[in-house]
DNA sequence: GGGCACGCTAAGCGAGCGCTCACCCTTGCC
DNA sequence: GGCAAGGGTGAGCGCTCGCTTAGCGTGCCC
C-alpha cells in the first residue's frame, strides 16, 4: 500500500530551490502527505518518516509544521503566477494567449496534482499573517487572467459580459481540475489541457476566430 | 418526502427528517463546524459547545465523529441528486433543461456554502464504506448533467465534442463555487447562478438557439 | 589530533484528542 | 408514589499530537 519513489516523470522539481537537501526531502514528504490525507491530518511523525527521517529532524529545518504548509504554498502559487504571466505576455492574438494560458495552467494542476492540491485547498489551515500573503499572489494570478479577457474584449475578438465574473469561473474551472484529476483515470493532463482550452475559448465568445483545431 | 418551498432563503432547511431534535442541532453544529475548519481540525468538544451540550451529549445520538460527516454528506448528497433530476426531468428543451440545471445547481452551491463545503470537500475524510457509497450519488449526479448534454447533442442544439469530458467541466465549474463564493461579496447566488447558466451554455455550443444573453 | 559546529536521534513533555462511564434529572404509565 | 426509560452531565481514560531536549556521530579547521 505504499508508493514507490519516483522523484522523476509526473512531477516537475520546482523544489530545487530549496538548498539543504535534507530540507527537500522533508517538504516532497509534506506535500505527498498533505495533498493525501490534509494538513490536520497529516502528522509530523509522518512527514518525517516518509523523508526517511526521526520526527525531531523536522525541526531542524523548519520552525513548525505550519512553516512547511507556507513555504509549500507560496512556491506553489509563485509558479502560479509564473505560468500565468508568461502565457499572458507571450506574443499573439488574445485569444491565443488565453488558450495558452488555460491549457497550461491545467496542466500544471493535472500533472502536479499533488503540488496543486495543497496549494488550492489548504489555504485555510494557514495562520492569519501567512494567509495575508498568499491571497496577494492570489490577486496577481486573478490579474493576469483578466488582464488577456479586457484586452479580448477590447480587441473586439471576445464577447464578454462580465469580466471580472468569467475571469473568476475560468480560474475556477482550472483550479478544480487538481480536486478531481485522476492520475490513473483515461485522460492525460495534455488531453485536458486541450480541452479546457477549447472551452474557455467558448465562454469568451471567441469561437469565430481561425479554424476549428481539434 | 417532497418539500414544499425549496429555492428560496439563502440556507434551505433540509435536516428536517432528522428526527430527534437535539441530533439535529448537532449536525446543523457539525456542518459549520467542518465547513469552517475541515472535519479534521473540528473537535467533537467544539460540535457539542455549537450546540449547547457538554462533549458526551454527542454520543447518545452519534456512534462517532465520523457517523456525523458520514450522515451531513448523504443527505446533502442526496439533494444535490434531487436538484438535477428535476431540472433534467423537467419539461422543455435541452438548452432551457441545462440552464435551469447548472442555475439551481449553482445556487445550492452558494446560497448553502457551508453545507456544499463539507459535502463536496471532506469526502476523503470517510471511511472506505461510507466513501463508496456516497460515490454512487456522485455516479447519479454526474448520470443527470451527461443525459442533458446528451440530449443536446441528439436534438442538434448542442455543439459538443467530448459528451464526458465537457459534463466533467460542467460540473467541476458548479462545484468549485462552493470554494470561493462569499456570502459577503459582491454576488447574490442568483446572479451567480445565471452567470454560469449563460457560460454553460456557450460552453456546449447552445449560442445560437436562445437569446443572446440573460 | 583535538575541538567543535552541525545534522540527527531517542526519549519524552504537556496538551488536547475521541470516546466512555457512573450517575442524575425529567417524563409518563401504573 | 414507584419506577423504568432515556436524554443529559462531569470526570476522566488511553492515546497521540506538535514540539523539546540531552546527547551522539561525523567531517572540517587549525
Redesign the interface.
Known sequence: MSTAEETSGAEAQPWGEVTPDAARRLLLAAVEAFAE??Y??TTTRDIAGRAGMSPAALYIHYKTKEELLHRISRIGHEKAVAILRTAARAEGTPTRRLAEAVSSFVRWHAGGRTTARVVQ?EL??LGAEARAEILGLRRQVDAEVRGIIEEGVRSGEFDV??VQ??T??VL??C???A??FNVDGP?TPEE?GA??AD?VL??V?A?ETGPAQ?
Open positions: 490525507r490534509g490536520h491530518a485547498y485555510d489551515s459580459v462580465d465574473g468569467t473568476l469561473a475556477s474551472l483550479i478544480d481540475v480536486r478531481w485522460r485536458v480541452l479546457y472551452l467558448r465562454m465568445g469561437g481539434r
